[in-house]
């Protein structure tokens, strides 16, 4: 350092040195010459320390003059939010040419700068150092052009000779895709930050097997694919064709692309039996499926962070992601993460395929196009678990088949429930728009805290709930049925039913079709069997209540406090064995279907104890007398302790002829086996108890106590057709 002169000049001299961004120990001012006879390094005009210019400038227009009193050198780097690196934007030429060092002499450099493609301001700092002394020239350049605009830049056309190097990589900058490209087998292509690809109408990049495309931007410079038109549209190119393993996008713009007019499952990136890790991506403005696959082997590496918007929103069959063809369906989305922000009210569709492993399905909405499976035939089965707050969207007649050694865990809170419903926009749902979930074969499966709502539409049966089981048990707890079309659980098969079924609420499910019910166990052999796990906390709100097919119970079990309508006869028996007792709960009723009964017989008992208050109800389905045959009682072997009590039995008695059936009917049963007291029997089309006996043993009939009540029992009322009709064979 030169030696100061103490006097007060000198600190003035040090604050402007310090306010114009010149670093060195002695600085001009106006009448100091003087000092600048000691500097080593001196700037001519500290007005130049500070340069600027806009996004499309391509030099701050000034330059700056410096004197040197011996060899210098000059190092631009970046400030500001992104400081620390070379400013490669900038440029500093003497003469023409580019020049960063010298010897002792006066130069006049000129800042020359690229064109500013990131929109926003950036800022870089020139040092040049000489002996023990530097200067410091800041240059800040806009994110926008004069007029406020981003600018445009003149791109590099890409070609076919430029991607087929064997391991191409594209420096930042502007590239223009003026013909399809093909990236053949055994090539990969690198893409640098910053770099922008735009594409001519309907154009593409065909990524052949056994390549790969890697592009990977940053926050601040990310690889945009885009149009080249000047108002660009969605639709104005078409798709990156991916056919190779492992590709990688990271901190990439994809838009106004997927415009291919052929086959609407092209997406902007569209993977064919091909697998990408994309991450940190925005996905915009497609005309068609921002993302789609095709083939069994498509995958996601790794998809997070990705932004989805606008993408496919006015095309049918387009969606943001499009996992349909191709057989593979969810197994395309198997490691899709949780943080990705799709702005759809379409979802990702999902098209047909069989989910074979074990995965979770993310908390998204999905559109299910085609009709998939859960199954698997190996191993101890597999599992599909979704994450509460998940929508699945059905298309009309489809359905999820799980099968041998699949099941569902769909598990929702009360906050974030899991809904399965129609693809169709609000006001247009209706009962039917979809089938349902049928498990079949296969147990496991749980429902907890869901919402099924507007399916069951199976053509071929109407047995089909919008929940279907088959010869398997599933637990159902806290859910919510309503608006099907037929049924809103259905049970069918000898070992069907539920672990558990309690706390859910069935409203308007099959009420408009003669046959379906809001839960039904209709179809197989067992009827009430199939029940058994039913709890007492449900809500079902229908007059019909639930259906019960016919077959025998032949175990221990208890009829909840519900509705029933019984749509062909049973049989409570169990010939071997400690017996079976069916027992009905105060305020229970069952309604009866034509002609059907209610039997009684071989080791068999039931146990109907009403309250006063609380009266269990037998009635026909419909009033009319004989609508139904009524109770039999039909064995000398039935268990002995059945007991109707505050009951109420009617129009019943639908035998061949009036004087040989009742509401209840008992022939060639043994004392003790029934009794009846506190029941009001009432609108039998014969007796309102018939009881025969074999070689007219009167001692051998039931216990029918003075306190019930008989009305309107016979045809018409007769009166010599009426009460009790103790009779003999």
């Known amino acids: ?45 500290k007005n130049d320390a500070k340069q600027s210019a806009f996004a499309d400038d391509a030099s701050t227009g000034q330059g700056f003059t410096f004197t040197a009193k011996d060899d210098w050198l000059a190092n631009v780097k970046e400030t500001g939010s992104k400081g620390g690196g070379n400013a490669t934007w900038v440029k500093l030429t003497h003469n023409g040419a580019e020049t960063y060092s010298g010897s002792a002499g006066t130069y006049t450099l000129t800042i020359t700068i690229e064109t500013n493609l990131t929109g926003e301001r950036r800022e870089a700092t020139i040092e040049i150092v000489c002996g023990t002394d530097k200067i410091t020239v800041t240059v800040t350049q806009e994110g926008t052009t004069k007029g406020g605009e981003k600018p445009a830049a003149n791109p590099v056309e890409l070609t076919n000779a430029m991607i087929n190097t064997g391991n191409a990589t594209l420096a930042a900058g502007i590239y223009q895709v003026k013909a399809n490209l093909t990236l053949n087998d055994g090539n990969n292509l ?8 735009r594409f001519d109408k309907g154009r593409s990049i065909d990524a052949k097997n056994n390549t790969k495309i890697i592009a990977k931007g940053t926050s601040s410079q990310p690889v945009t694919f885009t149009s080249s038109s000047q108002s660009p549209a969605a639709g104005d190119w078409n798709s990156l064709y991916l056919y190779g393993k492992d590709n990688e996008f990271d901190y990439c713009i994809f838009e106004y692309g997927a415009g291919y007019q052929t086959a609407v499952e092209y997406g902007m990136i569209y993977l064919e039996n091909a697998t990408a890790s994309i991450t940190n ?35 049918s069959e387009s969606f943001p992601i499009n996992a349909w063809g191709g057989g593979a369906g969810f197994k395309n989305l198997s490691v899709m993460g949780s943080n990705n922000t799709i702005n759809s009210e379409k979802g990702i569709g999902i098209g047909d395929g069989t989910v074979d492993m074990d995965m979770t399905v993310k908390k998204y909405v999905y559109v299910i196009n085609r009709i998939f499976s859960i199954t698997t035939q190996a191993g101890s089965g597999i599992t599909f678990t979704i994450e509460p707050g998940t929508t699945f969207k059905f298309e009309v007649n489809t359905r999820i088949d799980v099968k041998e050694r699949g099941k569902i865990i769909a598990t929702g809170t009360e906050a974030s429930p899991i809904t399965f419903t129609s693809a169709k926009y609000d006001a247009n749902k209706g009962p039917g728009d979809w089938n349902g979930i049928y498990i079949s074969n296969s147990n496991g499966s749980e429902f907890k805290h869901c919402v099924f709502e507007y399916g069951s539409n199976s053509i071929s049966a109407i047995w089909y709930g919008m929940l279907y089981l088959e010869e398997c048990k599933a637990s159902v707890m806290n859910c919510i049925f309503r608006n099907s079309r037929y049924s809103g659980v259905s049970v069918r098969g000898t070992n069907s039913g539920f672990t558990e079924f309690d706390y859910n609420t069935i409203t308007n499910c099959g009420e408009n079709e003669t046959d379906a019910f809001p839960l039904v166990a209709w179809w197989g052999p067992t009827g009430f069997m199939n029940l058994t796990g039913l709890g007492a906390n449900n809500t079902i709100d229908s007059e019909r209540g639930i259906g019960v097919g016919g077959g025998a119970v032949n175990a221990n079990m208890t009829v909840k406090k519900y509705i029933y309508t019984i749509c062909a006869s049973i049989e409570i028996n169990q010939p071997s064995g400690a017996g079976a007792t069916m027992t009905i709960e105060p305020g229970t009723k069952m309604m009866f279907a034509k002609n059907t009964f209610l039997s009684i017989s071989d080791g068999g008992k039931i146990v109907a104890e009403g309250t006063a208050s609380n009266k269990i109800i037998l009635t026909g389905s419909a009033k009319d007398r004989g609508w139904w045959q009524g109770l039999f009682f039909t064995n000398n072997n039935a268990l002995g302790g059945s007991v109707l009590n505050h009951c109420e039995i009617s129009y019943g008695g639908a035998g061949t002829g009036i004087n040989n059936n009742g509401n209840i009917s008992c022939g060639g049963i043994r004392s003790g086996v029934l009794t009846v007291k506190n029941c009001n029997i009432t609108h039998s089309r014969a007796w309102g108890i018939y009881v025969r006996n074999a070689g007219g043993n009167m001692s051998a009939y039931p216990t029918i106590e003075n306190n019930n009540t008989y009305s309107n029992n016979g045809p018409d009322n007769n009166s010599n057709v009426g009460s009790v009709e103790i009779g003999h064979y």
């Not at 106006?30 to 000092?35: F, L, Q, S, V, W």
């Not at 690198?190 to 690809?197: D, F, Q, T």
């Not at 590496?301 to 932004?307: A, V």
């Open 190 to 197: 690198n893409i640098s930050p910053g770099v922008v690809i």
């Open 1 to 45: 350092m030169y030696k100061m002169r103490k006097n007060w000049r000198n600190v003035i001299a040090i604050a402007i040195c310090s306010a114009v961004m010149m670093t060195f120990t002695g600085c001009p001012a106006d009448g100091e010459d003087d000092i600048l006879k000691n500097a080593d390094i001196s700037l001519s005009n």
């Open 281 to 315: 991506c925005t996905f915009r403005n497609s005309k068609h499926s921002g993302i789609s696959f095709r083939g069994a082997d498509g995958r996601f590496i790794r998809f997070d962070n990705n932004t989805i918007t606008n993408c496919g929103e006015n095309q």
